[in-house]
């Protein structure tokens, strides 16, 4: 198939990353292709939920996933709606390899120009370079999310958090400051991020989340820097949970 012309598009990607895959690549291989397969059924899958319009793509390559979807124009309402699917989308397959294969991921989503095309295996912009880098500071399994995006669609950080988790697939984005309930200490983080552990409650997703803790056990009483990474993912699972309807006040209103 020959390359098609390269045209740029206002796109939301994400560039999300297997932690510990040099692991799977020198240990147990049914754990590999049991993670390109849950990879490529996701995409699969995603492609039936999302429009047309979105133009979903996703690649694969070595250790990580991209994945990408237009952001729609028109009014502040389908802008947030294409927000909202993506984090959606992005949770389920976070925590479809947390839960179901022990398979802890980081990453983050940008917004800007972008070329990617699947059939080809093309990609190229400035928001794949951002979104790439910005991985790097996510430190522990989660996705991250760039401040762009709320510039992008006119709303302050607070704002649009608010307002994606008011949407009709709830709370997905767990914001940079939580108050927590039952005079508990508040958990304080320094981004928001797609809250995926939340997918836990959903006993049709998730039966049970025994390989997820059973892992997390085991990582704690690894290496050091695998310590505090996992007790970062356990702080935040934690907060997760807790978090209220007003777990967060809006000190400065719309950009």
Request: proline residues 3%; glycine residues 6%.
């Given at each position: 198939r020959s390359v098609p012309p390269v045209t740029y598009s206002t796109r939301l990607v994400a560039y999300i990353d297997v932690m510990g895959f040099k692991k799977l690549l020198a240990g147990d291989t049914s754990k590999l292709d049991s993670f390109f397969e849950a990879v490529m059924r996701f995409s699969s899958?995603?492609?039936?939920?999302?429009?047309?319009?979105?133009?979903?793509?996703?690649?694969?390559?070595?250790?990580?996933?991209?994945?990408?979807?237009?952001?729609?124009?028109?009014?502040?309402?389908?802008?947030?709606?294409?927000?909202?699917?993506?984090?959606?989308?992005?949770?389920?397959?976070?925590?479809?390899?947390?839960?179901?294969?022990?398979?802890?991921?980081?990453?983050?989503?940008?917004?800007?120009?972008?070329?990617?095309?699947?059939?080809?295996?093309?990609?190229?912009?400035?928001?794949?370079?951002?979104?790439?880098?910005?991985?790097?500071?996510?430190?522990?399994?989660?996705?991250?999310?760039?401040?762009?995006?709320?510039?992008?669609?006119?709303?302050?950080?607070?704002?649009?958090?608010?307002?994606?988790?008011?949407?009709?697939?709830?709370?997905?984005?767990?914001?940079?400051?939580?108050?927590?309930?039952?005079?508990?200490?508040?958990?304080?983080?320094?981004?928001?991020?797609?809250?995926?552990f939340r997918l836990s409650l959903n006993r049709e997703l998730v039966p049970s989340t025994d390989i997820f803790f059973k892992g997390l056990g085991e990582r704690m009483k690894g290496e050091l820097d695998l310590f505090r990474k996992a007790l970062a993912l356990g702080q935040y699972a934690r907060a997760s949970h807790d978090t209220s309807d007003k777990d967060f006040d809006d000190p400065g209103g719309d950009v």
């Open positions: 899958e995603k492609r039936m939920v999302f429009s047309r319009e979105d133009d979903f793509q996703s690649l694969v390559v070595s250790d990580a996933i991209v994945l990408s979807t237009l952001l729609s124009g028109g009014d502040l309402a389908e802008k947030l709606d294409s927000c909202s699917r993506f984090f959606y989308a992005i949770s389920l397959i976070q925590g479809t390899l947390a839960f179901k294969q022990d398979l802890w991921t980081r990453g983050a989503v940008s917004v800007g120009k972008l070329f990617i095309d699947q059939e080809s295996n093309v990609l190229v912009g400035e928001a794949f370079v951002q979104a790439y880098n910005l991985e790097r500071l996510a430190i522990y399994p989660r996705v991250i999310i760039d401040p762009k995006i709320c510039a992008e669609v006119g709303l302050s950080p607070v704002s649009f958090c608010k307002k994606i988790n008011e949407g009709d697939r709830g709370k997905v984005l767990l914001p940079w400051r939580v108050e927590t309930q039952m005079d508990r200490p508040s958990y304080t983080q320094d981004a928001i991020q797609i809250d995926w």
